[in-house]
């Protein structure tokens, strides 16, 4: 269990603390209830970009790398359709050097031509090397608007176009940081070797004095109910192909997540799981094969990927991953495929908690989710999924109707 403490400042920043004893280290995370879902269709990819900006520096602060680094600490951030994370660890002694800095980029951003010059260069330079240059690289450029019609989430974090970052202006930039860039639009957790107390007294003394700022306005449309399959082809120069098929989940609050998320573990969670033994190692059908939850807020999407080997019909292969995926309608999952299920959560969890970083922003997306305590509660979530509950989930999620394949293939040489 997690022991923590909550205080809300006046400026409606939510702030958490942890005491971990076990570290003389201490994390500062502030998250940004502000993803790629909050960008206008006609202008995406801001969220990424302003996780770059905000290492740009601040008239007070020019160098935002370089007081961190003599403090001792080390810093990063990163961005799902859902929110912006940053977090610095550092000794805790220098804890309030770390609140210093991110209550001074919270609302004193350079936001200077030459800034988001240098910055549209690095992010639209990911954007080739990573999604355009790279084999398979825009599977997920082509998966999302297939998949979603209406929801935001039909683009993924980086964007749907590179000229949406190239075209920016800072007038639109400017109008994104003072939307969501604010103390109310944001949670600040705190976990290492620091007492509560002293946690709410910084926190309060480096970001009480800055204004709230407004809601943020978020109407998302939901998407409507997938009712027929969807499919395209694609020919690229790679060197094998690739099967993709994604299914409409609901979101990451319903009990199906944690159903979900055991279930795709018993599918392909090790070396040993339904895939890797089936459709790899007896079938001779792929490569490599996986099935993931993409763990979005909203309703999001399990998504099967694999590699198939040379010769294979990408049809039969398809129909192979229905075969298997359809016996967990039919056939329920053994007991020790659940328990084994159920250990390899629990061990991941209590490696990962070693970590007060990992800690730190636990405590902050759960605060997003709904209550910080929901960190607490997660493993009996977890442990008390029962294979019957893996059937029914099974014949809801996994029908044609409710799948949108990428059949991913070699071009002609």
């Known amino acids: 269990m997690i022991i923590f403490e909550r205080h809300t400042l006046g400026n409606g920043l939510r702030v958490i603390a942890h005491h971990d004893r076990g570290t003389p280290m201490v994390t500062s995370n502030i998250l940004y209830d502000a993803g790629s879902r909050d960008e206008d269709p006609a202008a995406t990819g801001f969220a990424h970009l302003f996780e770059h900006l905000m290492f740009e520096g601040t008239s007070n602060v020019p160098a935002f790398d370089e007081p961190v680094m003599m403090a001792g600490g080390e810093n990063n951030a990163f961005t799902t359709n859902d929110l912006t994370n940053y977090y610095i660890t550092l000794p805790s002694n ?17 936001l200077s031509e030459g800034r988001l010059s240098a910055q549209k260069s690095v992010v639209t ?15 997920l450029l082509l998966l999302r608007p297939l998949a979603y019609k209406v929801h935001p989430y039909r683009w993924p974090a980086i964007g749907i176009d590179i000229s949406h970052i190239e075209k920016a202006d800072s007038g639109l930039l400017r109008r994104f940081y003072d939307r969501y860039y604010n103390p109310s639009n944001a949670i600040l957790s705190i976990a290492g070797s620091v007492s509560p107390d ?53 979101g990451r609050k319903s009990r199906e997540f944690y159903i979900l998320d055991l279930l795709t573990d018993i599918l392909a969670g090790c070396d040993s799981g339904r895939f890797p033994e089936n ?9 490599e094969a996986d099935i993931y939850l993409s763990g979005e807020i909203d309703p999001g999407l399990v998504i099967f990927s694999g590699r198939l080997k040379n010769g294979v019909d990408i049809r039969k292969a398809e129909e192979a991953v229905m075969e298997e995926i359809s016996r967990l309608a039919s056939e329920t999952v053994t007991a020790a495929e659940l328990e084994k299920a159920r250990n390899r959560y629990e061990s991941h969890r209590l490696i990962s908690y070693l970590n007060a970083s990992n800690k730190a922003f636990s405590l902050a997306f759960h605060e997003l989710l709904g209550d910080a305590g929901g960190v607490n509660t997660e493993t009996e979530q977890y442990m008390s999924v029962t294979a019957e509950e893996i059937t029914a989930a099974s014949s809801r999620i996994f029908r044609p109707s409710n799948c949108s394949v990428i059949y991913y293939l070699p071009e002609s040489k």
Do not use: C
């Not at 220098?94 to 350079?110: K, Q, V």
């Not at 090397?129 to 084999?135: A, T």
């Not at 009712?227 to 994604?246: C, G, K, S, Y």
């Open 94 to 110: 220098n804890l309030e050097t770390a609140l210093w800095l991110e209550s001074d980029r919270m609302r004193g951003l350079d």
């Open 125 to 139: 330079e990911e954007f080739r090397q990573r999604f355009l240059n790279q084999p398979y690289g825009d599977m």
């Open 198 to 250: 002293e946690a709410f007294m910084m926190a309060e003394d480096r970001f009480g004095h800055l204004p709230a700022g407004g809601f943020n306005g978020r109407m998302l449309p939901a998407e409507p109910a997938q009712d027929e399959r969807r499919e395209i082809t694609v020919h690229r120069p790679v060197p094998a192909a690739h099967l993709v098929m994604a299914f409409h989940t609901d």
């Open 279 to 287: 459709l790899v190692r007896s079938k001779e059908l792929f490569s």
